[in-house]
Nanobody
Framework: QVQLVESGGALVQPGGSLRLSCVVS????????MGWYRQAPGKQRELVAA?????????NYADSVKGRFTISRDNAKNTVYLQMNNLKAEDTAVYYC????????????WGQGTQVTVSS
């Protein structure tokens, strides 16, 4: 059973930065592409960033975050990160990590997520 534990969310002002972390256990972490998803109130969950497996994994981003967010992973620590810069009010959401991107489905179970609120 895979376990996903997200952290790092907070209340931040527009233009600010945050770094989210997600520790994955119970899975062959290094083998899978990983993604960061978010779900805003009243909206569907969306994939915003993904990174391939392997040390030099290529990345993909949703247009809404391209140039502001950076996804990375540390396979030795079973951890995936999301560096978020120049945050906007529309980035407010609960953020989740899971397998995803590059045609890979999610694990089928989700962590509790971490709340990011961008507000002055």
């Amino acid at each position: 059973q895979v376990q996903l534990v997200e952290s790092g969310g907070a209340l931040v002002q527009p233009g600010g930065s945050l770094r989210l972390s997600c520790v994955v256990s119970g899975s062959i972490f290094w083998f899978y592409p990983m993604g960061w998803y978010r779900q805003a109130p009243g909206k569907q969950r969306e994939l915003v960033a993904a990174i391939r497996s392997g040390g030099g994994g290529s990345t993909n981003y949703a247009d809404s975050v391209k140039g502001r967010f950076t996804i990375s992973r540390d396979n030795a620590k079973n951890t995936v990160y999301l560096q978020m810069n120049n945050l906007k009010a529309e980035d407010t959401a609960v953020y989740y990590c899971n397998r995803g991107g590059f045609g890979s489905p999610d694990f089928g179970s989700w962590g509790q997520g971490t709340q990011v609120t961008v507000s002055s």
